[in-house]
């Protein structure tokens, strides 16, 4: 009767789509408030008078970087991973969805309302207004949570899919995640104007996050009736959890590599596109209301690459090729970026081979973890591999920003050549990772070469 049962979840292709479909909505309506105020830069930073809240460059790179503080200073991550290996899919699926929301609703009212004074932070950091951080106060609670949220769906997707359409899967749950991205960045600088204001697009990004909750509640069941099914799918990988383990982690140089490839890798992304649309203003002379059409011609393409690389990973393998060509992409884009050329056309053919790259990398990257460490770790493996992510996430937006501040004209016009070289940096070091990680992979035969599927 039990094994009548597994057939009819994890191992019937019905079942397993549906549980990837009803985690991937969560994770998509989270990636809609990640981005949701990249475009709005022109208004954060334009005037009160102007119907803007005042930031300067440096407080939106401050608060674009806050998002990870929380993973990064205090480690919130790193122990989101292990109480996932320790306590489940379910437990952590409830917990980390609810900081999302929570986190939305502190920033909501931040930049709702208006918050007189100002703090001077600790270390030299910096003098910002009490209104930006009050918004960094929800957006790295939020920043928790999303991040925990991650890994979670990440360990349902090798939880329902190995030996099946592993790559695949992930790439279509990154595929539904950039289709938020992309909403984001194409129609928040539109809803907020239409709406009277910032506080508009981040109050309808706290209002999907509601129903990306309600969403991970409904996976629940599903879980329950797979563990129930097959009890030791589940059980025996997180009972079989212990901090000992961990030695497993720090000593495996395959991981360490795939970590700083991470790093580098979605540094030379995920910051670019929050500064983005002003680029597409100051540099490309592209009109305010559709500038931010241009980045999100990235997400958009990545809806059909990464699903498309994905399945020819799980087929035909060559992860670790994947990595390299994406990774050699990234820099190309970033070095036309820095050189003295203005043309919108230019702009908008590079945000597409930019797209082949963000298709190219996590297609191949997320799918190659369960290769190097086991399915016990797993959750504190993608864990630590987010953290080290969101030291880029955190530090890179407030160099970023600060670099912009330095870079900017009497006019107010920003010259880009010198952010745009630092990421093209980025990119450079990547190459070099996934070409260190293609050679320990030969030398260790992790099969991230390898395809995938191991039964049709």
């Not at 991970?216 to 025996?236: I, Q």
């Not at 959890?241 to 360490?256: A, E, M, Q, R, Y």
């Not at 990234?330 to 230019?346: C, E, Q, R």
């Not at 990119?427 to 191991?454: M, W």
């Amino acid at each position: 009767m039990s094994e009548t049962l597994k057939k009819k979840l994890s191992d019937s292709p019905a079942a397993r789509w549906t549980a990837l479909l009803i985690v991937s909505f969560t994770m998509m309506f989270g990636y809609f408030f990640t981005d949701v105020m990249s475009p709005l830069e022109p208004l954060l930073t334009s005037s009160v008078a102007d119907g803007g809240l005042g930031w300067s460059s440096d407080d939106y790179g401050f608060f674009s970087g806050s998002y990870g503080f929380f993973n990064v200073f205090l480690l919130l991550l790193f122990f989101g991973g292990i109480i996932l290996d320790k306590f489940g899919i379910r437990f952590t699926g409830v917990l980390s969805t609810g900081l999302m929301v929570a986190g939305a609703l502190i920033k909501w009212y931040a930049v709702g309302h208006q918050i007189d004074g100002a703090m001077t932070l600790p270390f030299g950091i910096g003098t910002y207004p009490s209104q930006v951080l009050l918004a960094c106060l929800g957006f790295a609670t939020y920043g928790v949570g999303c991040e925990i949220a991650g890994i979670t769906v990440s360990k349902v997707i090798v939880k329902w899919f190995t030996g099946h359409e592993l790559a695949l899967a992930m790439g279509l749950q990154v595929a539904l995640a950039r289709i938020g991205t992309a909403a984001a960045l194409a129609f928040a600088l539109p809803f907020a104007k239409s709406m009277g204001g910032v506080s508009a697009s981040v109050g309808l990004g706290a209002v999907m996050l509601c129903i990306g909750l309600i969403s991970f509640l409904v996976y629940n069941v599903m879980d329950r009736k797979e563990d129930a099914a097959c009890a030791s799918s589940e059980g025996e990988s997180e009972d079989g959890f212990k901090f000992s383990d961990l030695k497993i982690l720090v000593t495996n140089k395959g991981f360490w590599y795939l970590a700083v490839l991470c790093l580098m890798f979605y540094a030379g992304v995920f910051p670019f596109l929050k500064f983005a649309t002003k680029l597409m203003i100051f540099k490309y002379g592209v009109a305010e209301n559709v500038a931010g059409l241009i980045p999100a011609m990235l997400p958009f393409g990545t809806i059909f690459l990464t699903p498309l690389f994905g399945g020819i990973y799980d087929k035909h393998g060559k992860g670790a090729t994947l990595m390299i060509i994406g990774s050699l992409l990234l820099t190309v884009v970033h070095v036309v970026f820095a050189l003295p050329v203005t043309s919108w056309v230019l702009a908008i053919v590079m945000m597409i081979v930019l797209g082949i790259a963000f298709g190219l990398v996590p297609s191949a990257m997320w799918p190659s973890v369960p290769k190097i460490i086991p399915m016990k770790l797993l959750g504190t493996a993608y864990a630590l591999i987010f953290y080290i992510q969101n030291i880029g996430l955190s530090l890179v937006p407030i160099m970023i920003g600060k670099v912009n501040e330095s870079n900017t004209g009497s006019d107010g016009v920003i010259n880009y050549t010198e952010t745009m070289v630092i990421f093209a940096c980025f990119g450079v070091i990547a190459v070099v990772i996934a070409l260190l990680l293609k050679a320990e992979d030969k030398k260790k035969g992790y099969g991230l070469e390898s395809a995938n599927v191991t039964e049709q």
